[in-house]
């Protein structure tokens, strides 16, 4: 982000035309004037106050920050003028600098200087780089080092063609992550960029690696639109979840990929569902009974336009709820109807067998096996019903 330049807060008894500081236009004046210096080092600086004052320097005192320095910092260089000298200076405690201030015997402030205390930036690191929908290039990056300069420090996004064009600067910083800055003019598709950031402070520069990308490789899109969890009929431990391709490139995810995660309602741990594919819809199984989950989907736009990088994952979609049916076990009480006849027992027995090689052998959205069970239960469902014939021919 654009370094903002600040300023040190220090007032003045008199104030005259600007211009370069004299006793001529001031009551009094400190040398040197704004210092910017690295942590660790010393500094001595002046308090020179006009002679038709009448004050002796003896009887002035500085404080740093509001807090009175030592007396046996000070140095009496001559009757209007007062030295003090300060060791192994710490860090500024805030980017506008810290305030060094000299007053008369009474307290009254009569000159004034920041004193900039910091580092020379570091590299840049961890310069990364997407693109929405292909309409943007936006860009972050982490302070070098520990992170902190302590002084006001700029950071500036470069960029340019790899193999024509010239060097651009990057100027929209207003995104809300920091340390970022989005492209949004002028962008080329199927041409390398070259992207780095430069830091510079008052104490020095210094320049991130230089990455080469697509602005193909590098695509995230808008999360799936129109998500929608429905119950599969009665199946009491399957939800059926169904979206729509992120409008913006619809056309072109030919090859998209997509996940899916759940949760319990009370719960917060999601479990991720990585082979979706490039379907838009999926079963999950597996599933409570009589239970609340809600559900997200994400898209990863791979291949589009016939890139070959991986591809970046978009944001979850927002979530949406669905219950899975009661059990009827839990319906009905602990008695069975003697009109579900052991026949019922025995499908449903059956269906708990054929459930658990499923979680087991095939869990999650296998269009494979969905549909085996789709045909197995209709092949139970015919032979249950021709028992139930049998059964009725041999009472009548």
Known sequence: MKGVLDFCLVFFMLTHSPGALSLSTHVAIIYPQDPVLHMGSNLTASCWVHPDLGIHASSLFWTLNGQQLPNSHYRVLSPTNLSVTLVGLNASKQTS???????NHKGHILAGSCLYVGMPPEKPVNLTCWSRNTKDLT??????????????????????L????????CEDYTHTQPYSCSITRDLHLFTPYEIWVEATNQLGRATSDVIT??????????????????????LEDQLSVRWEAPPALKDFLFQAKYQIRYRLEESQEWKVMDDVGNQTSCRLAGLRPGTVYFVQVRCNPVGIYGSRKAGIWSEWSHPTAASTPHSERFMSGSC????????????RRELKQFFGWVRKHAYGCSSMSMKLYDQW???????????????????S
Request: hydrophobic letters at 25%; charged letters at 25%; aromatic letters at 6%.
């Open 139 to 160: 860009c972050s990056w982490a302070p070098g080092g520990k992170g902190e300069t302590n002084i006001s420090t700029q950071y500036t996004l470069k960029y340019k």
């Open 377 to 395: 239960r209709v092949l139970m469902q015919k032979s249950h019903k021709a028992r139930n014939q049998v059964l009725q021919g041999d009472k």
């Open 336 to 347: 069975d109807s003697k009109s579900s006849g052991d026949s019922n027992s025995t499908l």
């Open 213 to 234: 990308l697509d602005i193909l490789d590098v695509v995230t899109t808008d999360p799936p639109s129109g998500v929608t969890v429905s119950r599969v009929g009665q």
């Open 97 to 103: 600098g810290d305030n060094l201030v000299c007053h």
């Open 162 to 169: 790899r193999w024509y064009g010239k060097e651009k600067e």
